[in-house]
Structure formats: C-alpha cells, structure tokens
C-alpha cells in the first residue's frame, strides 16, 4: 500500500486556516487569531483618587494587592503608586483636582478581577479590614463564583472565581 505524503506547506498552512475556533468555555465566542489584529499581555488601569494614602490602605489591606512602584513629583512627593496581585497591576494616582472636587468617579465601570483562590475567603479578608461589599459572594447562573465592592472613590471591582 502507498503511503500519503505529508501535505506541502502551503496545504498545511490552508488546512490550518480552514479549521474552525476552539469554542471558548462556558459558551462564549472567541475570536480566532487570523482576525485579530491587536495581541496584549495584560492591561492596566489607572485610577484618580482623592485620597491615595486611604486607597493605597484598602487595596493593600481590605484586598490583598501589595504596592509594586511609586512615583514621586520633582519636590518628591508620591502622587502615585502601582499596586500589583499576581501578575495584574492598578495604577493608583493622587487627584490634582483641576476638575473641581465633586467630580464623581467610577461612573459606568466595572473591573472584573478573576482568580483561583477562594472569594469568600477574599471577602471576608475585605469585610475584616472595614469594607463593604456591594454584593456578597454568590454563584453566577453562567458559573463561577463572585463578589463585589467599591472602592473609597467609588470604582467598581468584582472578583471572580471561574
């Protein structure tokens, strides 16, 4: 009997681009490589504060992220810090209040922080240390398991076990 030869490359490369997107679990859509255009590794958000001493202390504290850089004026004051939890980074950043002092903040946004340890530990460390959480831990209809709480400014966090 004869053996096939293996396909050339370019019917390989064609095979490979004819070949349907591994559905994304819990029955999401994923989009394929062949149409993505922008590739990242991670993003990181950064937030004005009105207080960076009180948030530095609920996102060390009431969370568990530790502070990873600070940055400092040219009269050496910090006016922001980067707080890290595993490989994920917030940027923290002191008002300067150029846009009046009543300005609210984290209006329409949410920061949807996913993780393999237990919420409901992470939720009670928050309760612990003084924050309240706008929803308790419960599980999603889709799967998974989550709370939430704002931050001193207002941001929206949940956190979130697939």
Do not use: N
């Amino acid at each position: 009997m004869a053996r096939k030869s293996p396909p050339s490359g370019r019917r390989r490369a064609a095979a490979k681009r004819s070949k349907p997107a591994r559905p994304a679990s819990r029955g999401t859509e994923r989009r394929t490589r062949a149409r993505e255009t922008l590739r990242l590794r991670a993003i990181e958000p950064t937030l004005t504060v009105g207080d960076l001493d009180r948030s530095v202390r609920f996102y060390t504290d009431a969370l568990g992220f530790i502070v990873d850089e600070r940055y400092k004026d040219d009269a050496g004051v910090v006016r922001g810090v980067m707080v890290k939890a595993g490989v994920v980074r917030i940027g923290l950043s002191q008002d300067d209040w150029k846009k009046g002092r009543d300005r609210q903040k984290g209006i329409g946004s949410r920061l949807w922080c996913i993780t393999v340890q237990d919420v409901d530990a992470a939720a009670a460390r928050a309760k612990a240390a003084g924050a309240a959480l706008t929803e308790e831990p419960h599980d999603m209809p889709w799967g998974g398991r989550s709370f939430s709480v704002d931050d001193p400014d207002g941001f929206h966090l949940t956190f979130y076990r697939r």
